[in-house]
């Protein structure tokens, strides 16, 4: 199974870039990114995935290196609604499963 | 859409005791899960489902039970509560392999 590798917390001031990076250096290479993050309490939410290219949405970009052997979820413009748990996740062979690690958590401040 | 709906959203039981957790989905979704979360953890996989009358086994399954007669009901069976199992449960669906998972809002139990 391709793990990945989290800082444990982040900090970020309110309306800047939060940048988190992700270590998978043991990804295959049909093996997809996945961001999902987790407010407070709540259900996780998924933000973005990808496999080789960088991708966008109305959330989040996420940037892939070209070995594919890391990447980074960019919130362009961060809000204090963006402090939560950010799971970095690659999905296991050609299943369904999403292993979650213990993820960022970020915390943005005013 | 309601989504993913799960209840109770807490519940308190004594060891030994049986319950099952409920979890819908309204989205048409085939694949459904069941996770656990402990404090300051991520999540785990208990069971999945790719389908009606499909079933199969996460990383943590022992001590639990599924079944799927229906696409839009996964229920979650606990038989002979243990503390280990105190955790706030997640259920997710998703429409396809790659497709991503909608979670519903936990059921937060303990076992005392």
């Known amino acids: 199974d391709a793990k990945t590798t989290q800082p444990p917390s982040m900090d970020c001031a309110e309306g800047r870039a939060a940048n988190l990076p992700c270590n998978h250096s043991?990804?295959?290479?049909?093996?997809?990114v996945y961001w999902y993050r987790q407010i407070h309490s709540q259900g996780p939410q998924y933000i973005i995935h990808?496999?080789?290219n960088n991708e966008t949405n109305e959330m989040a970009s996420l940037i892939i290196t070209e070995d594919r052997k890391s990447s980074t979820l960019i919130l362009p413009h961060a809000t204090l609604r963006d402090t939560a748990v950010y799971y970095c996740i690659v999905r296991v062979g050609s299943t369904d499963k999403l292993i979650f690690g213990t993820g960022t958590r970020l915390q943005v401040f005013p | 859409n309601a989504g993913v709906t799960q209840t109770p959203k807490f519940r308190i039981l004594k060891i030994g005791q049986s319950m099952t957790l409920q979890c819908t989905q309204d989205m048409n979704h085939n694949y459904m899960y069941w996770y656990r979360q402990d404090p300051g953890m991520g999540l785990k996989l208990i069971y999945y489902s790719v389908g009606a009358g499909i079933t199969d086994k996460g990383e943590v399954p022992n001590g639990y039970n599924v079944s799927r007669s229906t696409t839009e009901d996964f229920p979650l069976r606990l038989e002979l509560a243990a503390p280990s199992q105190t955790s706030v449960y997640f259920c997710?669906?998703?429409?396809?392999?790659?497709?991503?998972?909608?979670f519903g809002p936990g059921t937060r139990l303990t076992v005392t």
């Open positions: 990808g496999l080789k």
């Open positions: 997710a669906s998703s429409q396809g392999l790659a497709g991503e998972q909608y």
């Open positions: 043991t990804i295959s290479g049909n093996e997809y």
